[in-house]
């Protein structure tokens, strides 16, 4: 024996070999009759012998059958310890919810199963050919729930878990296209910070402020040791995972106070259990996806989206949850209508103005808490349905005097010395405290066809006391996040300077998230200084002047691939009004007009060194392809599969004219 396969095989175990042929076989009688055997098709009695196979009891057969699904990722040990690590804390205990639900299930009477489909961590990927993987993911993993959910033809209903930036926007996708199901989604909660430390959005800076020495290689070692103080739920702010959660709830998918709840504590197993129950309910009540998912269910989630300040990259998950729906899908001209007239309520990590993790928001009263507020300004439509049965009028009547709201409300009183209405404001506290509306859209001669920005959270001392953002500044241009991060590091950016990062959307970089970037230029000095243009996206964490999503993309010929070292731009945000522009104003010496600029950019070519980055997957290349033939990342960078298709003949056709033409 060689000894690679010494190592390999291992020592002989005799014991191994005591291979058994055959076996008895679960003792009892399925529960068929004569109506079953002619009627059902093959697959459904063969599902039987496959249940108690599995150790079901064939008395217990005919029970409803539930699926649950969800993210876990890892192996833990029944005392929680790691057998094999998951990609983040987000789905590291979402098997305790699994087994919660499946609990409560086979309590009532049914059947559950469960599959998994695990997914990635952005913080984990940030920096990394991970990223390009990121957002694809998303419409991968709804594909294979969907096709998880069909699989189970038995099924009267489905429980949905799921926590993190793309594994719950993929669960809430798939299960919004049930249309004729019972469903219910089970946000996985989120993380404690560390009693004395940093949360989990500033760790991911210790690099940049090692480099500029804020920090020394102590301090960054025990910081990052102590961060993620719990071993599941979500990160501590309002990023993606926090705003998905929230947007579920607002959209009447998820029970009532169920976002931002405390992985691994009591209130946040029960909620498996209670989703449960509701599951039932709504199979016994006829209800389905179909009465959930309306067009005023998504008016509702955009409010409380704009009343919680909420990532931007909800503005790629909502249309993609209401295309799934069959409803209207969300423009620009909607967010912009509802972020005028919905007031930012929550002072959260990374928007402020005191930062607060989302477990305070979770005691502080969470959704419902905030909903009062907006049915008290009439910004809610309060007769559409949720999963409870009850419409959401009924349940925020019952949210006000519930012993559940004043109890977690006290308790943060109690426990960390918090008001909770200094965490949950009414409008005129949030005013008063400088609490500004949510996102702009800025346009102009670099984004004809739009960008975006959490303008809320620009820093405000930077910002006029007419509440605008004003920057005249010379681009420093860079093909590929490292570079701009390299530039950094050794202090090539200064204040006063404007980052222009191209080919970071679709068919260059997946459309990468660059928080690398945003949380460099937020925990150095001169960072609020430098504002920060690109098509590609940001962390839900992302803070400062950093306007993306710009299109079209550079790679699509977007004038923002003609911009040059030195160039002259002007970025104008007005965080009242709600109104931005971004514009090319000059080159070298010479300033014109944005018209002028605009020629300017037009009889330009692209930059040399832009390229889609080598080692984009060709599977994200085919995602870019698809989502790009079904109206981009505007709709949502969903699959429209009537456009593809339309696309492909069209194309085909072409081909063929092309070969016939030639002689081909």
Sequence with gaps: MTEALRFIMGAEKPSDYDIFTHAAGPEGKLPLTSEMLMNLPSGDLFGMSQNVGMGWKPERLLGKQVLIISTQGGVRGEDGTPIALGYHTGHWEVGLLVKEAALEVSALGGVPFAAYVSDPCDGRSQGTTGMFDSLPYRNDAAMVYRRLIRSLPTRSGVIGIGTCDKGLPAMMIALAAMHDLPAVIVPGGVTLPPTAGEDAAQIQTIGTRFAHG?????????????????????????????????????????????????????????????????????????????????????????????????????????????????????????????????????????????????????????????????????????????????????????????????????????????????????????????????????????????????????????????????????????????????????????????????????????????????????????????????????????????????????????PLGKVRNGDWIDVCIDRKKLEGSIQFIGQGEERFSPEAGAAVLAARPLHPDLAPNPALPDDTRLWAALQAASGGTWRGSIYDVDRIVETLQAGMEALSRSKQGTGG
């Design 214 to 558: 804020q920090i020394t290689l102590d301090e960054a070692a025990d910081l990052g040791c102590r961060v993620c103080a719990t071993p599941g739920g979500g990160c501590q702010f309002l990023g993606t995972a926090a705003s998905a959660q929230v947007v579920a709830e607002a959209l009447g998918m998820s029970l009532i106070h169920s976002a931002l709840a405390p992985s691994g504590q009591p209130i946040w197993s029960n909620l498996a259990r209670q989703s449960a129950r509701a599951v039932q309910w709504m199979d016994a009540q006829g209800m389905t996806m179909r009465d959930i998912l309306t067009d005023a269910a998504f008016e509702n989630a955009m409010a409380v989206h704009a009343a919680f300040g909420g990532s931007t990259n909800l503005l790629l998950h909502i249309p993609a949850i209401a295309y799934a729906a069959s409803c209207r899908i969300p423009d620009v001209a909607d967010w912009t209508r509802v972020n005028k007239a919905v007031p930012r309520l929550v002072s959260v990590l990374p928007n402020g103005p005191e930062y607060h993790p989302t477990i305070r928001v979770f005691m502080a009263g969470g959704v419902p808490e905030v909903m009062l507020h907006l049915r008290k300004l009439g910004l809610l439509r309060l007769q559409v349905k949720t999963v409870s049965g009850e419409s959401l009028d009924a349940l925020l009547d019952w949210w006000e005097d519930s012993e559940r709201r004043h109890i977690v409300r006290k308790r943060l009183l109690e426990v960390d010395g918090i008001d909770p209405d200094q965490v949950i404001m009414n409008p005129q506290r949030a005013s008063g405290r400088g609490l500004t509306s949510t996102v702009t859209f800025p346009i102009g001669n670099l984004a004809p066809e739009g960008s975006v920005i959490k303008s809320t959270s620009i820093d405000p001392s930077v910002v006029g006391e007419d509440g605008v953002y004003r920057h005249i500044g010379q681009a420093k241009v860079f093909t590929a996040e490292k570079d701009a991060v390299k530039a950094i590091k050794l202090g090539q950016i200064q204040a006063g300077d404007i980052i222009v990062l191209m080919g970071g959307g679709p068919s260059g970089t997946g459309m990468e998230e660059t928080y690398q970037l945003t949380s460099a230029l937020k925990h150095l000095p001169f960072g609020k200084h430098v504002t920060l243009l690109t098509d590609a996206r940001f962390s839900g964490v992302s803070t400062g002047a950093c306007i993306g999503h710009i299109s079209p993309e550079a790679l699509a010929g977007g």
